[in-house]
């Protein structure tokens, strides 16, 4: 927790404006303190003593004057165990828990812990005392549903290190030691089997990024013959409302021969992220026999949800599959709609008062769609295992016109275009 603290001196929609003392940095979180209630919110300008936070909450009632606390920590996501299955909100927050804790009504500023810290997972020590490690190694393996979770030195860990002490096999909780490790300059660190890791920075503890070669085998006969989707590559579907998008994503969610399974409904209705949560759960995988929910994180961010998490979404589900990979598994990541979360950054900006690109998007729309697609891939990890990110984002262009910024900047960088019609 960094001691820079602020005073909220103009608040325009989900954007606040905080004259602070400190040292306060880009992307940095922070929240604004609204009576008892803690909203939570990133830094995404600062200009002299001045920042612009946009919070991931509603802002009614906030007021001039109200304090803002900063953590000096950028917004991160929690790493570990116990992922898979869960249902997510934009920044993480289990969403059964929530209602549980908040009924049917999400209330403001209600965070939740990402990972369930009860669960006991059946530790199986992969390394030895004295062995030397580096970021992404593996100290050993729990089962989680048909995988085995590896659990790796953090990837915030850039030095080399010695293991001093690595716990017995056994059952531990999640925030429970696991091993300790000593670096370079005798500094002994103690891991627990989570760590986190920011959401806008990508995963990079591998030893080398592979071209994709083969393809991803989606079972929809049409796309594997015509135009098959690379492994690790990226692809997007373009359609006017109601052509058959979301339906084509779910179909491939269910059939597609991957590993892990990973949905982001961002700003989708309500109605149809229902639909997902209903039938998930009930649905077989023909692979393993046991509900499809096992091999699967949903992340969802429907309309009716503050828009800034939106952005935070489609981030968490990317990292999310980044860390899975690193597992030498095959992760597809699909995105429901790209097109609300561009919308997204183009309510952001217009409040932060940029000079607007193409129909009012920002002038960098295709730099940060560019950014989160290149992050698919196929790599080689350290040891030798291959893993690999396959992102799948609809589009929605209004009125199914495909010569609109988002679909444009889209199509520059994905491999294969399923396109849409209404006919
Ligand atoms: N292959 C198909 N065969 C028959 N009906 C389909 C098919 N695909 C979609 N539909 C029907 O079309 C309707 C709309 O589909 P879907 O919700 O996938 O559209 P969408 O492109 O995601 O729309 P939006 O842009 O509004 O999200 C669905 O209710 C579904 O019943
Ligand atoms: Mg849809």
């Given at each position: 927790m960094s001691d820079s603290t602020g005073k909220v001196v103009g608040v325009n929609g989900n954007m606040v404006s905080v004259a602070f003392e400190g040292n306060v940095s880009l992307n940095e979180v922070g929240y604004v303190l609204l009576d008892e209630k803690r909203l939570k919110s990133e830094v995404i300008r600062i200009k002299g003593k001045k920042a612009e936070l946009q919070v991931f909450?509603?802002?009614?009632g906030i007021g001039i004057g109200d304090k803002v606390e900063f953590t000096?920590?950028?917004l991160a996501v929690e790493l570990g165990p116990g992922l898979l299955g869960q249902i997510y909100d934009g920044l993480q927050n289990p969403l059964p828990q929530l209602a549980e804790k908040c009924g049917f009504f999400l209330d403001r500023g209600v965070y939740l812990s990402?990972?369930?810290?009860?669960t006991l997972w059946e530790f199986t020590p992969g390394a030895r005392v004295g062995d030397t490690v580096k970021r992404a190694d593996s100290l050993g393996t729990v089962p989680e549903g048909i995988f085995k979770h590896q659990i790796m030195v953090p990837f915030n860990l850039y030095d080399i290190y010695k293991i001093k002490s690595i716990a017995e096999a056994g059952k531990y909780k999640?925030?429970?030691?696991?091993a300790e490790i000593e670096d370079s300059e005798g500094k002994v660190i103690s891991l627990t089997m989570t760590f986190q890791w920011p959401v806008?920075?990508?995963?990079?503890?591998?030893a080398e990024r592979l071209k994709p070669g083969e393809p991803l085998v989606s079972r929809y006969r049409i796309i594997d013959t015509f135009i098959p989707v690379a492994r690790g590559g990226c692809y997007c579907i373009p359609g006017p409302f109601g052509a058959g998008k979301t339906v084509l994503q779910q179909n491939t969610s269910r059939n597609?021969?991957?590993?892990i399974v990973i949905i982001a409904a961002c700003g989708e209705r309500a109605g149809e992220v229902v639909e997902t949560l209903r039938e998930f759960p009930e649905l077989i995988d023909p692979r393993t026999g046991k509900t499809l929910m096992e091999r699967t994180i949903i992340i969802c961010n429907t309309s009716s949800m503050p828009v800034a998490a939106r952005d935070a979404s489609v981030y968490t589900a990317v990292t999310l599959a980044e860390y899975y990979r690193q597992m030498g598994l095959d992760i597809l990541l699909l995105a429901d709609s790209t097109s609300r979360w561009a919308q997204a950054m183009r309510e952001m900006s217009g409040r932060l008062e940029e000079i607007p690109g193409e129909e009012a998007f920002p002038a960098y729309l295709e730099s940060v769609i560019a950014s989160f697609y290149e992050r698919a891939g196929i790599v080689k990890l350290n040891d030798g295992r291959i893993g690999s990110v396959t992102i799948g984002g609809t589009v929605s262009p209004a009125g199914g016109n495909f010569e609109e910024p988002v679909t444009q900047a889209t199509l520059k960088v994905v491999g294969a275009f399923h396109g849409l019609s209404r006919e």
């Open positions: 909450e509603m802002t009614r000096s920590e950028l990402a990972l369930n810290e009860n999640v925030k429970d030691t696991i806008k920075r990508p995963i990079n503890a591998y597609a021969e991957v590993d």
